[in-house]
Every structure is written in C-alpha cells, then in structure tokens.
C-alpha cells in the first residue's frame, strides 16, 4: 500500500504536488490555530492558578479540548452586523486583505530538507512585501466602519505596524549577509553544523530585534495598543461580529505561528538538529535534520507569546513608539556595521568555506 501511494506521489507533475502541500499545510495552519487559542487560555490559566476552559469535550477526550470547535460553531451561526454607513465592500473585504498574508506566506517556509511548496530564490523579498500587507486590512477596517473609535484603533495599530516592519526590514538585512541568500531554504541549510552555528549566536541583538519586532506586528500584548484604554472598545475591528470578527482572530493567531516560524528559520536553524555535526550525538536523532526539530522550535517560541500575555503590563503608545524607533532601529544599524567588520577580518559565519 505504501509503496503503490509512493508510486502515485511521484507520479504527480509539480504543480499537483505543490497543491497538495498548499492544502496540508493551510488545514494543518488552521488545526494549530484552534488548538493555540485553547493552548493560550489553559497556559494563562496555569500562570494565574486557575483552570482554564475544561467543560467542553471532543469524542470523550481530554476536558476543554472541545472549546475551540465550539467557539468556531458560535461565530458561525451568529449574524454579521454591517454599519449603516459604513463602506460594505471594504467592510467586507478587510478581514480576508488581513488573513491572506498569514498564510501565503507559508509558500516558502521549508518545512524538511525535502518539503517546501515553492523554492523560490527571492523567498526573503516575497515574505518581507507580504508581512507589509497586513497592515493595509487593519487601516481598510478601521476606515470602512465609519467609527470614530474603530479609526482611532486602526491608526494607532498602523503606526505601530509600520514603526516595526522597519526594524524587522533591517534584522533580515543582517540575516541576509550573514548567509548570502534570499532562498529560506539555503538559510536554513547556511546554518547547519550544530546550536552554535545557527545565526542566533552571531545576530544575537537582531534575533531579539526581530522577534520583539514580531511581537508588536502581532499586535500582542504588552504592544496591544489598538485596544483602547479611553475608549472602550475592541479596536479597529470593534464593529466587526460572526465569523468575520473570527477572520480577525484567525489572522492574529495564524501570523503568531508564522513570526515564530520565520525567527525558526532565519536564527534557530529551522529544521536542522541541535547537535549535528558533534563526535558524539551527531549520528543521532538529535544531530539529524527533521520537520520535529522545526516544530519543537516554533513551540517554544509560541510559549513566549503566551508568557508575556500573561506577565507583561501594556505599554503606553509613546513608549511603544519610542522603543521602535529610538531603540530598535537603531540597534539594527549598528550591528550591521558590526557584521561588515565580520566580513572583512572572515569571523563568524564568514569564516565558513562556501562564503568563499
């Protein structure tokens, strides 16, 4: 059996095997979205000594395991409430502008050695212009609701995106030199030889750059500002209810997954083994590339999300601002020069024979 479905998958031209991943991985995306929001709740609950949801079951299993199928269920069967005055179409149009970038993004992300949907070679330029994106479904929103609060949120949100992409713009720079390539799969394969060839040893201020970077793209807390604290309300998708309030949802959890994705890639080797290449281990599951190594990174690093949610007080819109652009922007630029001087004297990652 196995050998007759090998045969067919092989069979398959190119684009067939393409959109058979495309499917796999936005089902997969979907699932570990509805599980994040129940993972998310139960990790906060943990922290702040309650329980958590544990009512709803899924086929008798595990208690609260159900809850975010039945979340899905509620938003389905609710009414969308459209604003008398506001602009139907981008009223309408702004969720999806908001939740496609979180998923094409995915075409490039190499999941294995073996398995990525597209290998393009200007990968880094695809996901750099479609991250820009978002921010466009988060102004639409805000403008196409014909509020005063729901604007308000929308411009706070859109200066603080955009504040941010700048400082993730320049973190890839750096990732860009270090490894020489925009192709994510020969970044990941720049990386190998162990933990300590990985690029977070090398860009450890842009690693932190990037992924506190991340974190205010998210619109995650501490950096939740479009929830105004004057006003009230949710936001710029306050007018917004059913399942295009849901889109929103799934969009801000979709594009969790794909920062800790993307800071797997670029400074965590993405999915080579922490000890490949070592005497020892190397021969090893732990020194043999694999998609689990990917995942277990992308798990720890969506852990922190859900830390700092419930840890962190949120900050006061100047002091986002402030550590945006006084702070990590310029932390950028100065280790930028620090990776020229790298280059010139082959230290780092430079030293590696293929930089040659």
Known sequence: MLERLDTLWTSLPDYGRSTAWTLV?????????????????????????????????????????GQPFADVIKLLIKEVVIPARANKILFRLAPVIALIPAFAAWAVIPLSPEVVISKADAGLLYLLSLTSMGVYGVIIAGWAANSKYAFLGAMRSAAQMVAYEIAMGFALVGVLMATGSMNLGKIVQTQAGGMLSWNWFWLFPLLMVYFISGIAETNRAPFDVAEGESEIVAGFHVEYSGIAFALFFLAEYANMILISALTTVFFFGGWQGPFEGWPLLGATFLGQPSFLWLALKVFCLLFLFLWFRATFPRYRYDQIMRLGWKALIPVTLVWIGVEMVMLVYRVGPWSRPWFH
């Open 25 to 65: 991985v936005t089902v997969g995306l979907i699932l570990c979205v509805a599980l994040l929001t129940l993972w998310e709740r139960k990790v906060i609950g943990w922290m702040q000594l309650r329980r958590g949801p544990n009512r709803v079951r899924l086929l008798g299993l595990l208690p609260g395991l």
